[in-house]
């Protein structure tokens, strides 16, 4: 199936690892012009190479914070100032603190929200104008199922839920624009350097019972899986897809 996505501008924040950089390359392979965004400039200089490798392009790369109103304006300008405007935002921005509600103080909450709710929609506002300028687009934004329900850190689960709902939210205000958003619950991911690689590697006993009782698959999933799903939601061929939140986890969820 062609995608459609053949010299669209793609910004894409959190590019540097993990889902974020699966992502990136998966909207190269599809002939997009791919601006990765991430904190990191040794690990963008290595995404820039692989992205040279998947797709013609020309694609960028951009070194900045999007938790900071700043940064996420930088990051769109990047994008603006490669590709000549920006058709596909995918905002990918999570990390989880307090594992309790106890734990958990003003400081950390704040911290949760800023990450994972606000790095996205900061983002998304500011490309909105560059989106609608082009006559419309597509925004993703990469949640989680504890999003969805109950779950993981108390103050990740409030930010993603509130990611989901301004996924919704905007979904509905900008479909005038032909804008389309949705958001995605990636279930548990694993990848080098990631929350589940460090615990396989402290707890490997307990993480495998873990795969064994909450992954009906038995295993983890992987980057790609997610970055399949995000890209389709991109391209035109998804036009009749706003709104939505898709539950990418291989079952490990229990809602509806």
């Known amino acids: 199936m062609d995608l459609q996505l053949d010299g669209k501008a793609c910004l894409v924040s959190g590019a540097s690892r993990g889902i974020g950089r699966a ?12 601006c990765g965004v991430a904190r990191g400039a040794d690990d963008l200089a290595s995404l820039a190479g692989e992205l040279a490798a998947a797709g013609a392009g020309p694609h960028a790369t951009c070194v900045a914070d999007v938790v900071t109103p700043e940064g996420a304006q930088a990051a769109v300008d990047a994008c603006v100032a490669a590709h000549g405007g920006v058709d596909v935002v995918v905002c990918n921005v999570g990390k989880s603190f307090a594992r309790s509600v106890a734990e958990m103080d003003d400081a950390d909450l704040q911290r949760s929200l800023d990450l994972n709710l606000w790095s996205a929609v900061r983002v998304a506002q500011r490309a909105v104008p560059h989106l609608r300028a082009r006559g419309g687009g597509a925004i993703v934004m990469i949640s989680s199922i504890w999003g969805r329900e109950a779950g993981g850190a108390p103050g990740y689960n409030a930010a993603k ?62 980057p790609d899986e997610v970055a399949d799903v995000v890209t389709f939601l991109c391209s035109p061929r998804a036009r009749w897809v706003s709104g939505a939140c898709v539950v990418v986890d291989g079952g490990q969820s229990r809602a509806f």
């Open 23 to 34: 992502i990136a390359l998966g909207l190269a392979r599809e002939g997009a012009r791919v």
């Open 161 to 222: 839920a509130a990611e989901i709902a301004i996924a919704k939210a905007m979904a509905l205000d900008l479909a005038k624009d032909g804008i389309r958003v949705n958001s995605v619950a990636p279930g548990s991911i694993l990848f080098p350097g990631g929350g589940w690689a460090r615990r396989q590697a402290a707890d490997p006993a307990g993480i495998a019972a873990f795969v064994a009782r909450e992954l009906p698959f038995g295993r983890f999933g992987a």
